[in-house]
Nanobody
Framework: QVELVESGGGLVQSGGSLRLSCDAS????????MGWFRQAPGKEREFVAA????????YYADSVKGRFSVSRDGARDTVRLQMNSLKPEDTARYFC????????????????????WGRGTQVTVRA
């Protein structure tokens, strides 16, 4: 079993930046990739970004490309999401995810592809 704990959410002005972190614990040797989803009120959960631990391939939703960056702290089982140029439409609860399976461009956006989910951290961007 793997436990994921997010941190770093908060309130920020439009155009500002935030950095989210996700610490994984437990059987982390089983993890193939980690990433982030988000869910705004009244909307479905949507893919944001993901990173393969083997090879380091990254994937991003079109809505965040060029503004968000996902990375791993190699010394720790931690994944970070650097969010720049934030917009009000980025307001959502952000969930850290992990999977034991390889990623590809089709699977990466599918919530069913991920085995583990954190409880989420709230990001609010004020206009």
């Amino acid at each position: 079993q793997v436990e994921l704990v997010e941190s770093g959410g908060g309130l920020v002005q439009s155009g500002g930046s935030l950095r989210l972190s996700c610490d994984a614990s437990g059987r982390t040797s089983s993890i193939y990739a980690m990433g982030w989803f988000r869910q705004a009120p009244g909307k479905e959960r949507e893919f944001v970004a993901a990173l393969s631990w083997t090879g380091g391939s990254t994937y991003y939703a079109d809505s965040v490309k060029g503004r968000f960056s996902v990375s791993r702290d190699g010394a720790r089982d931690t994944v970070r999401l650097q969010m720049n140029s934030l917009k009000p439409e980025d307001t959502a609860r952000y969930f850290c995810v992990a999977t034991r399976w390889a990623l590809n461009s089709r699977a990466v956006v599918n919530t069913d592809h991920y085995d583990y989910w954190g409880r989420g951290t709230q990001v609010t961007v004020r206009a």
